[in-house]
């Protein structure tokens, strides 16, 4: 009798650790899925995403974690994979510029050319 007591209790020890460890695992992932980019989508964190392309990334970042990968090893890996245009925020190098003042450069590109567009109309009307 008293073996079945520490056997039932060692099971709700074991089950007791496996669900906290397996919740500790599902925020890791959530955490590492918000820092990447949905590759389909590229407005949204894998996080925020349910393409079928970032459920399958998430599930890898999962299984990655839970192989024994530390998050910075999962990060590298999926830069190494999928570049830096993988992180929601790359960092700043030359080769990320792009990613980085690209949209201030096609926003200052509209605006100019809105301009040139508005002197234009304008010198047309003045004669």
């Known amino acids: 009798m008293r073996s079945l007591i520490i056997l039932i209790i060692c099971v709700v020890f074991a089950t007791a650790h496996a669900q906290s460890s397996d919740q500790n695992l599902d925020q890791r992932t ?3 899925a918000a820092e990447m980019r949905c ?3 590229q407005n949204q964190t894998l996080a925020d ?3 079928p392309l ?3 990334l998430k599930k890898e970042l999962r299984e990655k974690l839970a192989s024994g990968m530390t998050d910075q090893q999962v990060i590298d890996f999926m830069v190494q994979r999928y ?3 993988v992180l929601y925020k790359p960092p700043l190098q030359a080769n990320t510029w792009l990613l980085w003042f690209g949209p201030f450069l096609l926003l200052v590109g ?3 050319f809105l301009i ?4 234009q109309r304008q010198a047309e009307e003045a004669p």
Do not use: E
């Open 30 to 32: 959530m955490r590492l």
């Open 83 to 85: 570049g830096d245009f």
């Open 39 to 41: 590759l389909v989508c």
């Open 54 to 56: 970032a459920n399958d």
């Open 116 to 119: 040139l567009k508005i002197r």
């Open 49 to 51: 995403s349910n393409a």
């Open 110 to 112: 509209g605006l100019l």
